[in-house]
Structure formats: C-alpha cells, structure tokens
C-alpha cells in the first residue's frame, strides 16, 4: 500500500529532518515488516527512511535537493510517501520540518 501526502509552497532550508515511529505494540511485537518513507522535493526524490519494528523512534537527515524552488517566494512541493509491503501493525507516525 502506498501512502502520499504532499505539501505546496513549503520554505526550505538546507535539509528535511523526519522523525518516524511505530505505535507501542507493533514495535513490542516485532513481527512485521518494514515501512518505508521517501521525501520528495518539487517531484524529485531527495531521500528515504525505513522504519523497523525495534527502532522505537528514529531520525533521519534529508538534504534538500539543489536547485528546489523552496528558497522562493512561491516555496516547494515537498510530498512525503509511506509504503510497506503488509499492512498488519503497520500503525506509523512521523513529523518533519525543514532546517538550516
């Protein structure tokens, strides 16, 4: 399954730090599989994270792409998607926010 939620006009600085989780239980159990997050920027993909049952909360430092209009007046398009292969405790969080 596959997951997009997308941002316009984002103001960007030099990178995109995610913070992704899985809720308690999926992550006690330890029994699923992966999910995966990529972060796109004006439809170019800039990076990617994969979560793993264990990982209790994870971090991942995304640069941005050289180039994204996000430094402009009219910001970027920055789309975040989320796929994993089942969807059995696959209950995923994540924040990001860009920075300097």
Avoid: M
């Avoid at 730090?17 to 004006?42: C, F, I, N």
């Avoid at 991942?60 to 059995?88: C, D, L, R, W, Y």
């Amino acid at each position: 399954r596959r997951l997009r939620i997308e941002f316009a006009a984002v103001p960007l600085g030099r990178r995109i730090v995610v913070h992704t989780g899985l809720s308690y239980t999926a992550a006690r159990e330890g029994v699923g599989v992966p999910v995966r997050l990529d972060v796109r920027v004006d439809g170019v993909l800039a990076g990617s994270t994969e979560h793993h049952d264990r990982d209790v909360w994870k971090s991942a430092s995304i640069a941005t792409p050289t180039g994204a209009s996000g430094g402009g007046p009219s910001g970027a398009n920055v789309a975040f998607e989320i796929t994993s292969p089942a969807q059995g405790l696959r209950h995923f969080c994540w924040v990001a926010d860009a920075r300097d």
